[in-house]
């Protein structure tokens, strides 16, 4: 199993930045992590990817945080990054991170997901 938890969010004026950590874990000898994505979930709404890196490091990223967004990742710590500039009240709400995994054990790929951080930008 793959254990992802998220941190760093928090409530900060519009204008202002925040950086989302997601910490994986696990039995890393059975599963490989590929692409990790950050999804958006705002009040009522569904949830959308808003950036995604893939194992080679190249990038995606929604048009409404293009610009603003940055996704990292550091494979030698299990850990992939979000920094979030020019904070607008429409990115407030729950940041999850999720991991698209290779299950060596059941040849096949999975994702998960950590429990999610709250992002509140006032205005």
């Known amino acids: 199993q793959v254990q992802l938890v998220e941190s760093g969010g928090g409530l900060v004026q519009a204008g202002g930045s925040l950086r989302l950590s997601c910490a994986a874990s696990?039995?890393?000898?059975?599963?490989?992590?590929?692409?990790m994505s950050w999804y958006h979930q705002g009040p009522e709404q569904e949830r959308d990817e808003v950036a995604r890196?893939?194992?080679?490091?190249?990038?995606v990223y929604a048009d409404s945080v293009q610009g603003r967004f940055t996704i990292s990742r550091d494979d030698a710590r299990n850990m992939v990054y979000l920094q979030m500039n020019n904070l607008k009240p429409e990115d407030t709400g729950i940041y999850y991170c999720?991991?698209?995994?290779?299950?060596?054990?059941?040849?096949?790929?999975?994702?998960?997901w950590g429990q999610g951080t709250r992002v509140t930008v006032s205005s």
């Open positions: 890196i893939t194992l080679g490091g190249e990038t």
């Open positions: 696990g039995s890393f000898s059975s599963f490989r992590v590929t692409d």
């Open positions: 999720k991991a698209y995994v290779w299950r060596i054990d059941a040849s096949e790929y999975k994702n998960y």
